[in-house]
């Protein structure tokens, strides 16, 4: 037994490369384990390519992807990069392991070692029944490392390398996922953002990125990489957005001074309300501004925003904007400081009709625009025609027919009157007080 426990293993091709494939990694070769006692055991062929416990294995790779004892670097940063670049090339993932610093803080030492050196900790019976965290065992107790040494000159030299591996290395189809060689890089990053401005989300993006990178593993990251950066992008931004967009508004205006806007803080300095015209908004105002339709019916956006924009029709029968803003919320006074600062952006020219989506801010219009004539939406007025009316009454033919002549074929306000009264009778709507 103790021949045996201190014997050495020596494993075949197939097994010291460590990383083919499933289809070949089963072809393992003859295993000879040679003792002290100068006895040799012919051991059965195994039907996996790992080595037994206690084994090690060189693998094989390219002369100038490999450190060697002596090559020196300017920095320990040049050092780490060179080993990170040949466990890349091998199939292993690397970690710091220790640093020893002098009086200064400068590395004298600095280790790098397999991510699977060492074993983890055993956990207590007490973290058994309540684990802050499911941990997977993945160290074996893999001595390949590398060791950096500061000499007098301040280059760092490989002092010691260890290339013996006691473990499988990660095949070639899945090197791109190891964690030290994946990367989310300025370009990806620009590409992400790009894509989330225009509603494209990270999954999307990232299938696009691996179609134009020419598959997955040249993306340099992966699906959770971008998911990640994305997350810790709007950490980041998270209770100073107010301020970048008031930023990004004031550049702008910076650029363009016809570009108009303002904005709106509570007691708390947050950022409440917020109203911008740019240069051709305004020019369209001017041209097309005598009737404005106002609509605040949007609130799609994780801050719960209302999104009011001013609209109008051109020459061409086009929709134009006239400026937009969002609001915190439809109450009297949010409406009152909007209106002002649409009509100081206009320069003071209030339109002479403005139609709105419910009677909710009739008394802001009074107040700023008292001169203009406020109509409701005859979309939103038709839309609750159903709810008003009932659904038997508006799928009626004769009904729907009546109506839709009255509303839109009537070309005098009389004409208008007498057709309306006649539905109100025809159809017994004299009890209906909306009609």
């Not at 409701?376 to 002549?405: R, Y």
Request: some cysteine.
């Amino acid at each position: 037994m103790e021949s045996m426990a201190s014997a050495a293993l020596s494993i075949g091709s197939t097994t010291a490369m460590g990383v083919e494939d499933d289809a070949s990694s089963s072809a393992v070769g003859m295993i000879q384990l040679v003792g002290n006692d100068e006895n040799t055991y012919n051991m059965p062929k195994r039907t996996t390519s790992l080595p037994f416990c206690g084994s090690t294995y060189e693998p094989e790779c390219d002369d100038n992807l490999k450190p060697v004892i002596g090559m020196k670097f300017d920095t320990w940063k040049e050092g780490m990069a060179l080993y990170k670049m040949y466990a890349h090339e091998v199939g292993f993932l690397v970690r710091t392991w220790t640093t020893h610093k002098d009086d200064q803080g400068v590395p004298v030492w600095k280790r790098f070692v397999c991510a699977r050196e060492g074993w983890r900790k055993v956990a207590t019976d007490e973290e058994r029944i309540k684990p802050k965290r499911n941990f997977k065992l993945s160290r074996c107790g893999c001595e390949a490392m590398i060791g950096f040494k500061r000499q007098d000159d301040g280059k760092y030299e490989v002092a010691r390398f260890v290339q013996s591996h006691t473990h499988q290395l990660i095949s070639p189809s899945k090197r791109h996922l190891i964690k030290s060689k994946r990367e989310v890089s300025s370009e990806l990053r620009t590409k992400l953002l790009t894509c989330h401005k225009a509603l494209v989300g990270t999954s999307a993006a990232y299938r696009l990125l691996s179609v134009e990178k020419g598959g997955q593993a040249n993306v340099g990251c992966t699906k959770r990489d971008l998911q990640n950066c994305h997350r810790d992008f709007k950490r980041a931004i998270k209770g100073a957005d107010g301020q970048i967009i008031v930023d990004i508004m004031k550049n702008k205006q910076a650029a363009n001074p016809a570009f108009y806007f303002d904005y709106q803080l509570d007691e708390n300095d947050k950022l409440t309300n917020i109203f911008w015209a740019d240069s051709i908004c305004r020019k369209n105002y001017s041209l097309f501004g005598e009737v404005v339709s106002f609509d605040s019916t949007y609130r799609f956006n994780r801050y719960d925003l209302v999104f009011a924009p001013f609209t109008g029709v051109n020459n061409h029968k086009s929709c134009v904007t006239f400026g937009a803003a969002f609001l915190w919320n439809e109450k009297q006074e949010s409406y009152i400081w909007l209106f002002k600062t649409f009509l100081k952006a206009m320069c003071g020219v209030a339109p002479k009709l403005i139609i709105t989506d419910d009677q909710s801010m009739r008394i802001g219009i009074e107040h700023v625009f008292p001169n203009t004539i406020h109509r409701l939406c005859m979309w939103h007025i038709l839309m609750k025609l159903t709810e008003k009316v009932g659904a038997t009454l508006k799928n009626s033919p004769d009904f729907h027919e009546q109506f839709m002549s009255c509303v839109w074929g009537s070309e005098t306000p009389n004409e208008f009157e007498s057709k309306w009264c006649s539905i109100i009778n025809d159809f017994g709507l004299d009890d209906n007080t909306w009609l």
